[in-house]
């Protein structure tokens, strides 16, 4: 009697095992899913690979066929020229964020939109999800600038950080976890124009 009260007990153990095994591939699989979409919801400037497309497309052509290459240089805002397309005509690009307002029920933190305006467009709106964007600007030798960069010293830009931040509109629900799924893209770029500027 004992021999089979401790083996129901073993056998009970080991079948919870594998079901909280099970619900946990589970739950991380909904999670992979969910970060699938938030990327997918972040190719356009409505997705965050579109918008990191852009922006890496955009940025390394800063200065191109200009010498005064910076005209806003913040935190969380950049107007700069150069010609992107390569056909003679200087463009002049600005990013900044927009403030949205977030229904009731949704992720508090989606608080901003992406605003990408060339020349005398009225404005491309993308960045669907946008928690956070961030600009950090670096001189020659590697040395932060500060924010924003005083007109004076926008020549001394020579790269850009870029931080862009997006989230799931709906949480992860689960017994575990109530966060939102979340992306992040960074890159460093040094546009090739900037080098030549003394």
């Given at each position: 009697m004992m021999d089979i009260a401790g083996a129901a007990i073993f056998f009970g153990a080991i079948l919870l095992m594998v079901m909280k095994l099970?619900?946990?591939?589970?739950?991380?699989?909904?999670?992979?899913?969910?970060?699938?979409?938030?990327?997918?919801?972040?190719?356009?400037?409505?997705?965050?690979?579109?918008?990191?497309?852009?922006?890496?497309?955009?940025?390394?052509?800063?200065?191109?066929?200009?010498?005064?290459?910076?005209?806003?240089?913040?935190?969380?805002?950049?107007?700069?020229?150069?010609?992107?397309?390569?056909?003679?005509?200087?463009?002049?690009?600005?990013?900044?964020?927009?403030?949205?307002?977030?229904?009731?029920?949704?992720?508090?933190?989606?608080?901003?939109?992406?605003?990408?305006?060339?020349?005398?467009?009225?404005?491309?709106?993308?960045?669907?999800?946008?928690?956070?964007?961030?600009?950090?600007?670096?001189?020659?030798?590697?040395?932060?600038?500060?924010?924003?960069?005083?007109?004076?010293?926008?020549?001394?830009?020579?790269?850009?950080?870029?931080?862009?931040?997006?989230?799931?509109?709906?949480?992860?629900?689960?017994?575990?976890?109530?966060?939102?799924?979340?992306?992040?893209?960074?890159?460093?770029?040094?546009?090739?124009?900037?080098?030549?500027?003394?």
């Open positions: 099970n619900i946990s591939l589970m739950e991380t699989n909904y999670q992979s899913n969910t970060r699938v979409m938030t990327h997918e919801q972040l190719a356009g400037v409505d997705t965050l690979a579109g918008a990191a497309k852009i922006l890496d497309e955009d940025f390394s052509k800063i200065g191109a066929n200009t010498s005064n290459a910076f005209v806003i240089a913040d935190s969380n805002r950049i107007t700069f020229k150069g010609d992107l397309d390569n056909n003679g005509v200087v463009d002049s690009v600005k990013y900044s964020l927009v403030n949205l307002t977030i229904p009731a029920g949704e992720n508090p933190n989606l608080k901003y939109r992406l605003l990408r305006r060339q020349n005398t467009e009225t404005g491309i709106q993308g960045g669907v999800g946008v928690s956070q964007f961030k600009l950090s600007y670096y001189d020659s030798l590697g040395r932060a600038l500060a924010a924003p960069v005083a007109s004076g010293s926008l020549s001394k830009i020579r790269s850009i950080k870029i931080q862009v931040q997006a989230q799931s509109r709906s949480r992860i629900k689960n017994d575990i976890d109530t966060t939102f799924a979340s992306a992040y893209w960074e890159r460093i770029i040094s546009p090739r124009n900037l080098r030549a500027v003394k």
